[in-house]
């Protein structure tokens, strides 16, 4: 014990204890200003690309800034940086052949900040998933299902993937698809979409709802009736029109056909025989 002391008070010299403060010092201080000088490049980049993007810089540069720290205080403990770097240079060589995919997933991610296709809490679908946006960081986006699941997507396959961003513009269109029978008034029938969409206070009266003639199928005429709505109200409308069309379509006495199927029995004619049996 007395022998390690000993040797304890031979190494630590005034010199080194006080390049040790001084190291401690540039460090303590260092972290405190690059928490700063991070913060404040989140707060000028937030009103330029957005918050999640702000956030994304104040994290590359805290990251740079400390890195910058830490050799210094390095250097004021007296090791060899060149020495360092040589180890560094090949620890990051054998670490770049080590995750190639991650380097791929953070150039990714610097394009989607610049690109900037979706912000956090626009509603997307990347490859089949659908999902509000919950996190976008260098390496993966992260979705939040509509049932409540985190789906986590590699920033590569965001970019090599085609997405659709539901929300990016203020408004959107709902399509609803209607059958009536042959035998129906398309002119009122139309009046009748027109009066359900003009009574619903979802419905935006500009962009006006369309009304399309869609075509002949197969046990009915096909109709379509678009209307335009805010997108925070999309699921509201898109539930509440179909409901009212369905109660307008009754109330008018509109029928809405289901397929029918006619057996014939070896004539054209002739129709199939259906006989009564009573036990």
Known sequence: MTQAFSWLSDYITPERAASLLRAAVIL?????????????????SKR???SQQAVTVRKISFYLLLTLIIITSLRELGFNLSVL??????????????????????????????????????????????????DIELISVKLRTFQNALVRIPNEEVIKSQVTNYTHFPIRRIDVEVG????????????????VADRNPL?????APLFIYKGYGSSSIDLLLGVWVKKENFLLLMNSIKEEIKAAFDKSGIEIPFPHISVYTGSVTDPFPVRVVNE
């Open 28 to 44: 303590a201080v260092g972290i405190v200003i690059a928490k700063l000088i991070a913060s404040s490049l989140e707060k000028i």
């Open 48 to 50: 330029r690309i957005g």
């Open 85 to 134: 770097l040589g180890a560094a240079g090949i620890l990051t060589v054998a670490v770049g052949f080590a995750s190639q995919t991650s380097a791929s997933n953070i150039i990714s991610g610097l394009f989607l900040l610049v690109d900037q296709p979706f912000q956090v809490g626009d509603v997307i679908e990347v490859g089949g998933t659908t999902g509000i946006v919950n």
């Open 180 to 195: 009536v029978a042959y035998k129906e008034d398309i002119s009122k029938v139309r009046k009748v979409l027109l009066e």
């Open 203 to 207: 419905c935006l009266e500009e962009p």
